[in-house]
């Protein structure tokens, strides 16, 4: 299963009380690991339970020893008690070794939450083996750019409000894979749309502050249909923003080429093969499909280099003084010639 398939099933237990004695939450998106130790928090004591039974440990002030001490407590005056490990990935790997018969036999009034953010424990280790068994050892993966949408969608149906694919996708171009600042807008935008309504472009300028005209997306289209005064308008936007960094657009229209790339090689293939291919929504096949007759295979590769061109001098390489903006409105005109 995927990251988010095994997030949704840890919290569709925990909020059943379907406890386990042990969880090992590790991976590099600290997004979920914080969420399923939010819900385990919440789900399993009452709140006049947490002050006796709530223990918070951080690897950086305490050793395996502390830690196994804590959990072999019995709880006051409540049914379990939770122990939170945060910044275990600060523990050399090895120190887990201490804990082993512990996780062979944990105690089964003890709910102990180990997170070990930024990177995944060794597979290796046999107590991690054996901890996936009987109890819940999750990793937590970044989700790919292409899953971004699809995941802004399910967050938004999730909190009764509705979002279009187009929408979506100007959120995920605009503000990446940092799930927590995606959930942070995603958030607002839910507060300020009503129950069964609709996130809009206007609500996302007003509300994110990305516009609803002048951002990577609409650049994307507008060299696609090979817009020229478009292209250039949007260009001088975004070299106003101090936001705006030359790099994260050339990435992102690295990724844009890669895909009419792509086009170009399946030929034949149906919308929805096609939309599998690229890995988007079949709601966008037809813009791709569109901007790869404008540019043949061989102009695709001299933009790539184009791209990598401008890459470096966006970091000062062969470039002594041209700013970001300059250099993305340069770039657009050999692109698009």
């Known amino acids: 299963m995927s990251t988010t398939d095994d997030f949704k099933k840890i919290v569709k237990d925990v909020r059943a009380k379907a406890f386990k004695p042990v969880y090992f939450l590790h991976g590099e998106e600290s997004y979920f690991i914080d969420r399923v130790a939010e819900e385990i928090e919440k789900s399993a004591l009452e709140e006049h339970e947490r002050d006796f039974n709530l223990s918070i440990l951080y690897g950086r002030d305490c050793d395996a020893d502390q830690l196994k001490d804590t959990c072999l407590r019995y709880p ?95 959120l995920a171009d605009h503000l990446g894979t940092d799930l927590g600042k995606l959930t942070n807008e995603v958030e607002k935008l839910c507060i ?46 975004l070299a106003t923003d101090k936001e705006h960094k030359l790099f994260l657009s050339v990435g992102l229209l690295s990724s844009y080429f890669g895909k009419l790339g792509i086009v170009h090689a ?50 000062g390489v062969g470039n002594a003084s041209a700013g970001d903006g300059e250099l993305l409105r340069e770039l657009l005109v050999r692109v698009m010639t």
């Open 192 to 237: 300020v749309t009503d129950e069964n309504g609709t996130i809009t472009s206007d609500l996302i300028q007003r509300n994110v502050g990305i516009s609803k005209d002048y951002n990577i997306f609409e650049l994307q289209n507008a060299i696609g249909a090979k817009d020229h005064l478009k292209a250039q308008t949007i260009a001088h936007f």
């Open 76 to 170: 006051m005056m409540a049914d379990r008690q939770v122990v939170i490990l945060r910044e275990a990935q600060t523990w050399r790997i090895d120190a887990f070794d201490k804990l082993e018969a512990y996780f062979k036999n944990p105690t089964p009034t003890t709910v102990l939450v180990i997170l070990y953010k930024h990177k995944k424990a060794d597979g290796r280790k046999t107590w991690l083996k054996d901890l996936a068994k009987k109890n819940v050892v999750f990793v937590s993966d970044k989700l790919k750019e292409d899953k971004l949408p699809e995941w802004i969608q399910a967050y938004v149906k999730y909190h009764k409000r509705k979002i279009g694919p187009v929408e979506s996708k100007l």
């Open 266 to 315: 399946s030929g034949g293939l149906q919308q929805n093969e096609l939309a599998a291919a690229l890995k988007v929504p079949p709601f966008f096949v037809r813009d791709y499909a569109n901007a790869a007759r404008q540019y043949p295979l061989e102009k695709i590769k001299e933009i790539q280099h184009l791209l990598r061109e401008a890459d470096l001098n966006s970091k």
